[in-house]
């Protein structure tokens, strides 16, 4: 079976902070993906990645970026984290173009207080 | 752009009822069609997809048929039981990228 495995499942931080978010894959899969879940707002694409060290923006980038230095490994980034950066963040993965079959982590709560 | 558009819920059923939840999308070219189930407390899981016309996808009871002249992808299933209470999306891909679209999922709850 896939596996996208997210490091953290329950993050609490400051306002200001600088926050990481790791998620790894076991499938050599090419694209991974990083979404926020919002209640009333359904899946929001922050940043998408085709490859290594090749990142693209989603619909909302601003506020966050992202490094893929590893094919197995996407990380995102809070550079200062803010209260409306509160959120449930889901890693995703998928190999081939479009149409392929996108895996979902367990998903990250990040409370920002 | 891409877009989907799904009913809204919450839905609230008892069980062995008849589920329809509709799905619309908007998208150049011909793109594939996935309905995503998401458990209480978990990720994403696919249900089942559809990538051409008149395909229909299947799973778990759950059918979906890509309509294309409808542009829809509605889900259905003819007896829900208490464990499928969960939020279900219903999402495209194109294939000029390489992106999911969601629609702002559906919240069923199917009571004993």
């Known amino acids: 079976d896939v596996k996208v495995t997210q490091s953290s499942r329950y993050l609490v931080k400051r306002t200001g902070e600088k926050v990481f978010l790791e998620c790894v894959q076991d499938?050599?899969?090419?694209?991974m993906f990083w979404y926020r879940q919002d209640p009333g707002l359904g899946l929001r694409l922050i940043y998408f990645?085709?490859?290594?060290?090749?990142?693209e923006k989603g619909d909302i980038p601003e506020g966050y970026s992202v490094s893929r230095e590893k094919k197995e490994r996407f990380s995102l980034i809070l550079e200062s984290a803010s209260t409306n950066q509160t959120s449930m963040y889901l890693c995703?993965?998928?190999?081939?173009?479009?149409?392929?079959?996108?895996?979902f982590g367990e998903g990250s709560w990040l409370t920002v207080v | 752009g891409d877009s989907v558009t799904q009913m809204e819920g919450p839905v609230t059923l008892s069980e062995e009822a008849f589920l329809t939840i509709n799905c619309t999308y908007t998208?150049?070219?011909?793109?594939?069609l996935f309905w995503y189930v998401q458990y209480p407390g978990e990720g994403l899981q696919l249900l089942l997809k559809?990538?051409?016309?008149?395909d229909k996808g299947s799973n778990k009871g759950f059918e979906a048929t890509y309509r294309k002249e409808t542009t829809s992808f509605h889900l259905e299933k003819g007896s829900v039981q208490v464990s499928d209470s969960a939020v279900y999306f219903c999402?495209?891909?194109?294939?000029?990228?390489?992106?999911?679209?969601f629609g702002k999922g559906t919240l069923l709850t199917v009571n004993p």
């Open positions: 990645s085709y490859d290594v060290k090749m990142k």
């Open positions: 995703a993965s998928s190999s081939g173009q479009g149409f392929g079959t996108i895996y």
């Open positions: 998208a150049t070219g011909y793109p594939s």
């Open positions: 559809a990538t051409k016309a008149d």
């Open positions: 499938m050599d899969h090419e694209n």
């Open positions: 999402a495209l891909s194109a294939r000029s990228n390489y992106k999911l679209t």
